[in-house]
């Protein structure tokens, strides 16, 4: 009789499904909203569930345990996802840890504590990172000038930046738009600023911010830049103690020969670049590439560099998606010259078209930078007035992972790279 109990009660457990864990599928076909899904997983480990990163597993999916709030946070958010048993979570686990597989598993233990660089008032929608950072419900601190010159920094794990220019020339708007009464606007508040902070020139007080910012990742942080905040936070950088603007920005001439008293070794990423004098230019030096592509709009595409996962865990964690193959956008800063490049900086994702780099990234001291080429992944020409992009119409947008990929970066348990 015994007997009889027991081979039914096996009978029983080998039909019982006992769920151990959520994933959250990461694939193109799976998935409904790939951007909650970081959202979801970013809300889980800020409540100290234990997660993990699925490195090259059906587009870098994310594993949770199963819980009940997960469940209907998945479900509030409209994120896809599927209950797994112990033994299916083995047997993914175990294909992962293979030889013969490029994937790996990363621990996620910390949510990182988010700065965006930004004037007060600005819009959400004025940069992607805000603007996707709102859509995916990840909690961010804004900051601006003051904050980092008081070293407000500290307090923060990640900072953005975005559409901005560190070298005081007011985003070299000058020529299109010097008599738009929002541009006299936001001259005059610089202006403003820079004299409350204690400095005479809106650039010095700009360089002020952009070595704050240099100490702030040198010192362990992460800092992620897109657009014109890429080139022109190492152009000011560059050109300390050297007065490259012109009279229209800061009210005296630049100074003679200028480009020549440019130090490369100041500057995170680029080298060897050409400044643009010219104010009725809308550009800053020969880094960017938007006047020197000639690319047709139904070619315009990027792709991204594959990496080991389980050599090189850094670049495949930030370059994690359901494609490899990333429309393009363009920007005041599109893309970079990969002549002016230094050699210690990764190129993940390029234009092989005419050889130009969109996504880089690199370690600077204890900290790390990404940048990223372009102003909206999703709105191709964005201009001065557009209307917002709707996220809702893009929730699976591969070009905007590339933004949340660096979000969940700092919260993934430290590995040295390998190679």
């Not at 920005?249 to 130090?263: A, L, M, T």
């Not at 201009?383 to 905007?400: A, F, I, K, M, W």
Request: net charge negative.
């Amino acid at each position: 009789m015994k007997i009889k109990v027991l081979i039914l009660l096996l009978f029983i457990g080998s039909f019982k499904s006992v769920a151990s864990t959520i994933l959250l599928p990461m694939d193109e076909s799976s998935q409904k909203n790939h951007l909650k899904a970081y959202g979801i997983t970013y809300w889980a480990i800020e409540k100290q569930y234990k997660a993990s990163w699925l490195l090259n597993y059906r587009g870098g999916s994310f594993l949770l345990p199963d819980a009940t709030e997960i469940r209907k946070e998945c479900q509030i958010r409209g994120v896809s996802f599927e209950i797994l048993t112990d033994s299916e979570t083995n047997q993914i686990l175990a294909e992962i840890a293979s030889p013969s597989q490029n994937m790996e598993v990363v621990a996620l233990e910390k949510a990182p504590k988010i700065a965006v660089y930004t004037p007060k008032g600005k819009q959400p929608w004025d940069d992607a990172v805000t603007l996707v950072l709102t859509y995916a419900e990840i909690p961010y601190k804004e900051v601006y000038d003051e904050e980092v010159i008081n070293d407000q920094l500290l307090l923060y794990d990640w900072l953005h930046l975005h559409h901005e220019d560190f070298t005081g020339q007011y985003g070299k708007f000058y020529a299109n738009y010097k008599n738009m009464p929002w541009y006299i606007e936001q001259k005059k508040d610089s202006e403003q600023l820079a004299q409350r902070l204690g400095f005479a020139k809106v650039s010095e007080e700009k360089l002020a911010v952009a070595k704050k910012i240099r100490d702030f990742v040198i010192g362990g942080g992460f800092m992620f830049a897109m657009c014109s905040a890429t080139d022109s936070f190492d152009i000011a950088l560059s050109a300390e103690g050297v007065d490259i603007c012109e009279t229209m920005f800061d009210g005296d001439p630049s100074e003679p020969n200028y480009q020549n008293k440019i130090d490369f070794n100041r500057t995170f990423a680029f080298k060897d670049f050409i400044l643009e004098r010219r104010p009725e230019r809308y550009e800053f030096s020969n880094i960017d590439m938007t006047e020197k592509r000639n690319i047709p709009f139904e070619k315009d595409y990027f792709t991204l560099m594959e990496f080991s996962a389980k050599w090189d865990v850094i670049p495949s964690m930030l370059c994690q998606n359901h494609t490899q193959l990333i429309k393009g956008f363009m920007g005041q800063t599109t893309a970079f010259d990969r002549s002016l490049i230094k050699s210690n900086v990764l190129v993940m994702g390029e234009c092989q078209i005419n050889e130009e780099a969109r996504y880089i990234h690199s370690q600077k001291g204890k900290g790390f930078f990404t940048f990223y080429g372009g102003h909206d992944p999703e709105d191709f020409q964005h201009r001065v007035g557009d209307e917002p992009t709707t996220l809702e119409l893009h929730p699976n947008s591969p070009g905007y992972r590339l933004i949340l990929n660096n979000i969940l970066f700092p919260a993934a348990k430290k590995k040295h790279q390998k190679t």
